[in-house]
């Protein structure tokens, strides 16, 4: 079985980002949610 991928796509204004941001700690208030990811920053400047 493939193992799933999952992308972040950021379209804001470049602030003071961390270098992860996790989907339950930053957009549930660190709530037990059922799935959870943690996405490392990675940039791409075209």
């Known amino acids: ?3 799933p991928e999952l992308y972040m796509i950021f ?3 470049r602030k003071d ?5 996790s989907l ?3 957009f ?3 709530e037990k ?3 959870d990811a943690v ?3 990675t940039v791409s400047r075209r």
């Open 33 to 35: 949610i059922a799935i």
């Open 17 to 21: 980002i961390p270098d992860t941001i």
């Open 24 to 26: 339950s700690k930053d």
């Open 1 to 3: 079985m493939p193992k």
């Open 28 to 30: 549930f208030d660190g």
């Open 11 to 13: 379209t804001g204004e």
């Open 39 to 41: 996405v490392k920053e």
